[in-house]
Every structure is written in structure tokens, then in C-alpha cells.
DNA sequence: CAATCGCTTGGTAGCGCTGTCAATATCGGT
DNA sequence: ACCGATATTGACAGCGCTACCAAGCGATTG
């Protein structure tokens, strides 16, 4: 006879059910569909769990029902403010939710990206939210087997693999450079760190702006693999105005690079705007109270991940969202730093 | 007869203990505790299960087991720098081990800690990464009766749950004010938002180092319970001086205050440090390569984030770390921002 | 040579919950 | 009053893994 692990004083599915009168399984309902319980029934079952201060086993649950109820959140760092304004949005969705978060970091690497899937999917989560349309081909290829909701943030591309929402960063880029032509900028350089994909299709933005307008210059573009900051921002601008001092503007691929040049100007004694024109992106709160105040283009990180998260648990619970690709814009957000040309 | 859900193409342990030509339970103890099965065997279950591509199923794993390897980590706030660099750092030591996360936030309400807490101890966490020395009465009481590693971050003080890693704030923000005292400031202002536990005892800090030079005047004080951020900070400075317009430094509980204060003083024409001293907190990156660079104190928030998350981990192996209260210290560093007075 | 010891290994029986279907209760329509 | 349809409820087994104990086995010992 083999030993029974007893758990003494231990609440489980069987003693509310008991306390109620019902069956387990009945018991089990009310927490999953409580509709489907007759109304005497469901009070029941409801005060006994109560009284009894059960919280259900998920480990019992999720390997009695093959599925979990943890969506997976694939990004590329943590230390970015970008995505922790879409972390929050996230978190904000999901809580009072059923639904809990496993986070992971991809580190900007999509091979680390694709060994992270595979861990994530052998768990079945119930959802899974990645980053960018930038996956390995493999990655892509199990994302479109596997049968849960999948939302692709940041940006919007063609051929989503279930869900996306973001915006263009192509033209988000060229809005912004667009802008400082209109104000009469000419030379406008280009400052980019880290190179993500994102900021590939930023940079990409501002050469078809600036060839438009028949100015692209190759050089007067200065860009590093290395992770940004605000310090960098001002080596970059410092290596720009070696390159190309009679540049007119600076185009900055996030706002820390931007607040970098901000101070390198500050350092110079070069008068922003009347001598540098600076535009960041994404529009980080300090961006309206600097001195001067510094333009950038304003993007909905906090919506991305709120919506991310609503559109799959809206698909969970069988409202699946009428449009599965949904582009969130951005605005040009025009302040001081590039203020018309005196 | 009841229906068997059959799993088809599903790897499980047995398939690898066949393939391995071992008992299931000989598979089961490669995964957990390798070095009590012999070499052979060692080597045959581990190539049996890299050939299947065994993956285990922890919502079995835990069931069985009656526990979790997933640390729980609660925190105030998402949006917070100082957080996610915490944040980093645990990700970074668990990452490759075979723990994981558990993120909740508490929005700096020690209810929302309590509850988050039940939520979380209910499913049986290896570990728990707590912020703060401030809980419930009631979250304590359950922390203490728990079976499993606690570690307290942020700050240190008497009576640890389990062990802690942290600084004394109230130190800090004192040797913050000897170094503007040192430095020939008198009148120091103290700026402070949302004026959580942390902060408070900063302003302590604050308030000890000013009574003890017989400088301290409650007047030149101005705190919120606001969130904090940059636009605050140039708020709160015009708060400040418009209540005393004879400060000559102020010291602000955060770098964005400070960066905003910054930004104040740019607007009003008033030269930092000549006739505005400032000083922050946390020392994030953009304080050195500001225009004047900006004082601060330097807080070791990835190495706590990372050795709380090893604490945890060493207990959970047995290897329990020889002292629970780990003091990282601080310090300041005095740039530009608080040079002597001319 | 028998008794003892330590190391490996295996058998058995759950961990707490839910999928599947069957059984029963309820109800409107003719 | 009867029939089929719909709403509730329950019985049973099993999800994949590990805790617990016992057994096997060679080595050691007096």
C-alpha cells in the first residue's frame, strides 16, 4: 500500500464543492463559466469558496485543461523607456484579469527570440505578444502553426502572422523630416544607435524625405550599433559636426540621442534652434519641458500594449476584434528645437 | 468506459524513459538531480530526451511537486527607471537558470501589496523578491510563516523578514547635503514626489543633515504626492522659489526632478551652479552628460536587482548566502552642477 | 561466509483539476 | 398529455509528473 500524501487543513476544489452541496465538477464551473450554473447553485458555490478562502491550484488546472492562462511577452529589452510604457499598457490590460504575463528578453537578437518561443510555446500560454515583423523564418514558421492568439507590436508590415498593432516608422520618419523642411531646414543629419530593425525603417524614412527633396547626403548620416543613450547622443553629434559642420538640423532616432545633442549644443554654445534644429522620436515626457523644448514624434507606446493585450484576450474569450491590424499613427509633436528658421 | 484524451506525437518523460530504456522516475531525477544517477544512465536519458526534443511540463511538474520555480517579484511601479533597472538585474541572474518570474505591481499601495502577495504565495513560489521594508501588518505576518527564500529590496533596516539588499536612504540623501554643505550652499531647498517610504527618508536624510548645521527651515521644503517627473521638477522649483526666493541649491529625490530643476533655471536666466546649486538621486545615465553635468548620488540598482534574484537562488539550493543583509552603499557624485561656490 | 551498508533503481499512487459524455430536470409547442 | 429540445448536473478517468518507500546489488566488514 503505497502512502498518501495528505495536505492537512488543505482547500481544494472537493471541500467547497462539499460545503455547497454540489458536485466538484460543478464547483469547477462557477470559476470557469458561471453562467452556465443554475442561480441557487452558483450563491452557493460562491459563499462556500468564499468561506473557505479557496484560491484554485493553477497547476492542477492547467494540466487538467492542456492550456494555461499566462500570455507571453517577447521583447527586446527592458532597460528601454519605450517598452516600458507598452509593459505598463500590458500589465494595465491584464490586471483583474485571469490572465498573468511571462516577460522575456530577446536582447535585440532574433535567434534568442526564437529559442525563447519554443520555450514559451512547449507551456501553451494562452497568448503570445511579440515584437516587431522581424522573426527568423523558423520562428515565423511555428508562430503560424501554433493555435493561440499572437499580436505583433511596435509596427505594422504586411502579411501579419495573426494579430499586429503599431504604426509606420517609415512615415514617422518622414513626417518628422518633412517638418523640418517645411521650417526650412536643408541639411539635415541623421543620428542612430542601436539599428533595430525599427530604426532601419526610420532611417530609411528620412532617405526617401531627404531624396525627395533632392538633399540626401550619405554623409551627413552617423549611426553605431552601440546601445543608446543620452551621452551617445552627444558623440554622435560631436562625429556629425566633424563630418559635415555646416549641417543646419539634427534628425535623432529616439529622444535620448536627441537630449544628448541637446547638451552637446549646450556645450558649443550653438543657439538651438537658430543654429541646430533637433527632432527626437517617440516623445518622452521631458521632451515639452526641456530648454528649449525639443520636437519629436509623439507614438502610443502605452495603447500598443493595452491593445495588444485586449485584442488577445478579446480573442480568447471568442469576441475575436473585427480589424486584426490596427495602426495606432503618431504625431509630429513641433516645439522650440525646430522652430522656423529666422 | 470513459474516453482517454489521447495526446498524439506528445512527448512525455515515459516516452524518453523508454527510449532510454530506464523507469520513468530514473528520467524524472536526470532532470532534477543528475549526479544521483549513474554515468550511463546519465548519458543514455540525456541523449533519449535531446533526440525526442523532450521539454518537461511544469503545470505537471509543479502539481506533483507542490511547488513552483517561479519568483515572485513585487514591485511599485513599471514606469520608474531605478525599477526596471532592478528589473534587469533579476532577469540577467535568473536568465539560463531554470527560474522564472513572476512580475506584479503595486502601484506603491501596500494593499495592493497585500493582496498581490496572497495571489501570489497561493501558488506556491520558490522565491519571493519583495520592494521595500514598509508592508502590512498582515503581509508580513504571512511572509514570515512562508516556506520559501524572501528578499526585501531597495533599502536596508532592522528586522528583515528573510534577508534584504538595499541602502540607507536616509544616509544618502544626508551625504548628499554634506556634499552641497561642504561646498559652501546654505539655503538648500528639497524637492520631492510622490513621497513614498524611500523618499521619505530621504527628506529625513534631508532634514537631519540640515538641523544638525542649524540650517533647517521647513519653509524651504516643497513635496507631492504627484508622480514624479521632469515637468514636475521645473514646477516644484517654481513653487520653491516663488516661496523663497533666496535659495541658493536645491536637493531633489530624483534625477528627473533634478533635470527638470535644470530646465527651471535655464528658463529663468539663473546659472547652475553660480547662483543655483543642484543635486539628484540615483545618478541615472543622462546626469553626466547633461550641460552642466548634474550631481547625484549613485544607487547600485542592477546589482541589487541581480544579487537579490542570486540570494534567492542560493537559498533555494541550499547554498544559503552567509550574511542576509547586504548594504550596496551609495555615493555621491559631485559634478558641475554643485562645484563650489564662486 | 553471513551480515551490513550505501548507492541506484523501480513500483505505486496520487497531486487537484477538468474534458467528455450521460443522465436528469425543465420547458414550450401541439 | 406527449415529445423533443434545452438547460443543469454528475460520474469517471486521466492530464504528466514526482513523493514515498522498497528492493536490488555490489562492496565492505568481522
Chains 1, 2 share one sequence.
Do not use: W
Request: with cysteine; charged share 20%.
Amino acid at each position: 500500500m503505497a502512502p498518501k500524501r495528505i495536505m492537512p487543513g488543505k482547500i481544494r476544489l472537493a471541500e467547497v464543492a462539499k460545503l455547497a452541496g454540489v458536485s466538484p465538477i460543478t464547483a469547477s464551473r462557477f470559476f470557469r463559466n458561471p453562467e452556465a450554473l443554475s442561480a441557487g447553485k452558483r450563491a452557493r458555490v460562491e459563499s462556500a469558496a468564499k468561506e473557505l478562502g479557496y484560491v484554485p491550484n493553477l497547476a492542477a488546472r492547467a494540466l487538467a485543461s492542456q492550456r494555461t492562462e499566462v500570455i507571453g511577452v517577447l521583447i527586446p529589452s527592458l532597460t528601454n523607456n519605450v517598452f516600458s510604457d507598452v509593459l505598463r499598457g500590458i500589465y494595465d490590460a491584464l490586471d483583474g484579469s485571469r490572465y498573468s504575463i511571462q516577460l522575456a528578453n530577446t536582447r535585440y537578437s532574433i535567434l534568442q527570440e526564437e529559442r525563447l518561443l519554443r520555450l514559451f510555446l512547449a507551456q501553451k500560454p494562452a497568448g503570445l505578444i511579440v515584437t516587431g515583423i522581424n522573426q527568423t523564418a523558423d520562428s515565423r514558421a511555428i508562430m503560424e502553426t501554433v493555435d493561440c492568439p499572437i499580436v505583433q507590436i511596435m509596427e505594422t508590415g504586411p502579411s501579419p502572422i495573426d494579430m499586429m498593432i503599431g504604426f509606420s516608422h517609415f512615415d514617422a520618419a518622414r513626417a518628422a523630416i518633412g517638418h523640418l523642411l517645411a521650417q526650412g531646414y536643408r541639411r539635415i543629419g541623421f543620428l542612430g544607435a542601436r539599428m533595430d530593425p525599427r530604426v532601419q525603417r526610420r532611417l530609411d524614412g528620412y532617405r526617401a524625405a531627404m531624396s525627395d527633396a533632392a538633399l540626401f547626403d550619405p554623409q551627413i548620416i552617423v549611426t553605431t550599433a552601440i546601445p543608446t543613450s543620452v551621452t551617445l547622443g552627444g558623440t554622435l553629434l560631436a562625429d556629425l559636426l566633424a563630418k559635415a559642420p555646416d549641417i543646419d538640423a539634427v534628425f535623432c532616432v529616439n529622444d535620448d540621442l536627441a537630449l544628448g545633442a541637446l547638451f552637446e549644443c549646450k556645450r558649443r554654445h550653438m543657439a538651438v534652434p537658430e543654429q541646430m534644429a533637433i527632432v527626437g522620436f517617440n516623445d518622452l515626457e521631458f521632451m515639452a519641458s526641456s530648454e528649449p523644448t525639443l520636437s519629436s514624434v509623439r507614438t502610443n507606446r502605452y495603447e500598443m500594449g493595452r491593445n495588444a493585450a485586449m485584442m488577445v484576450i478579446e480573442t480568447l474569450e471568442g469576441r475575436r476584434p473585427a480589424e486584426p491590424v490596427v495602426d495606432l499613427g503618431f504625431s509630429v509633436m513641433e516645439r522650440q528645437s525646430s522652430a522656423r528658421r529666422s
